[in-house]
Nanobody, 116 residues
């Protein structure tokens, strides 16, 4: 059974930083492309960042380029999202996702709120 444990969300002031973590179990972690998505209230879920199986290729939505960094540690079965220079528009529930082209699994989500 695939399980994810997400952590690191919370309330932060504009300009601040947070680091999200997503620890996975029950799947061959290194075989999956990993991504972070987010969904703001009243909006559709959007892809924020993704990282290849070996971690050598990363992709970001334009709105977070230069501010967010996705990384993975295959030895710890964990994917991270370092978020710097946070803005109010980054407020959303953030979800980790693991996809191997045949199946896709989701974390439970962690709330990130950027507000003064």
């Amino acid at each position: 059974q695939v399980q994810f444990v997400e952590s690191g969300g919370g309330l932060v002031q504009p300009g601040g930083s947070l680091r999200l973590s997503c620890a996975a179990s029950g799947l061959p972690f290194s075989s999956y492309v990993l991504s972070w998505y987010r969904q703001a209230a009243g909006k559709e879920r959007e892809l924020v960042a993704s990282i290849s199986r070996t971690g050598t290729i990363t992709n970001y939505v334009d709105s977070v380029k230069g501010r967010f960094t996705i990384s993975r540690d295959n030895a710890k079965n964990t994917v991270y999202l370092q978020m710097n220079s946070l803005k109010p528009e980054d407020t959303a529930v953030y979800y980790c996702n693991a996809d191997n082209g045949l199946e896709s699994s989701w974390g439970q989500g962690t709330q990130v709120t950027v507000s003064s």
